[in-house]
């Protein structure tokens, strides 16, 4: 699985989430930092990765155009870089899970005591 880091969150994420996960990339260090949600939409589509995000735009903008590509929708209060580094690998299994389903297009990964809703 490829996950595509949107500019919401930091760079250091990318060596650790690299040891789980097949390849992980964050948008400002491949040159994208200023680009567009819809660029951002069309790499990630056009390169077969899954974006991570706090924006609800690609969540949306799946729910409109069927979507071509999957979503992780991250959602907490505490958005250090630890926090997400916490929430991507102890989440894993439910994010590989997501992965593999067709049917699903966006995973929403809480800080919460609320379970995890993969739509």
Same mark, same amino acid.
């Given at each position: 699985?490829? =996950? =595509?880091?949107?500019?919401?969150? @930091?760079?250091? =994420?990318v ?12 948008? @400002?260090? +491949?040159?994208?930092?200023?680009? @567009? ?13 899954? +974006? ?9 903008k ?22 997400? =580094? ?7 299994? @439910?994010?590989?899970?997501?992965h ?9 990964? +809480? ?9």
């Amino acid at each position: 699985m490829k =996950l =595509l880091l949107d500019q919401n969150f @930091s760079y250091k =994420l990318v060596k650790p989430l690299s040891k789980i996960y097949e390849e992980v990339v964050q948008i @400002s260090r +491949i040159g994208m930092g200023q680009t @567009s949600d819809s660029m951002i939409w069309q790499y990630a589509l056009t390169n077969d990765y899954t +974006i991570v995000s706090r924006d609800a735009y690609f969540a949306e903008k799946n729910a409109l155009t069927g979507y071509p590509i999957k979503v992780i929708w991250v959602k907490c209060q505490n958005n250090a870089t630890e926090n997400i =580094l916490n929430l991507l690998t102890d989440h894993y299994e @439910s994010i590989m899970q997501f992965h593999d389903d067709a049917t699903k297009f966006c995973l929403e990964l +809480i800080d919460t005591l609320e379970d995890d809703l993969a739509l």
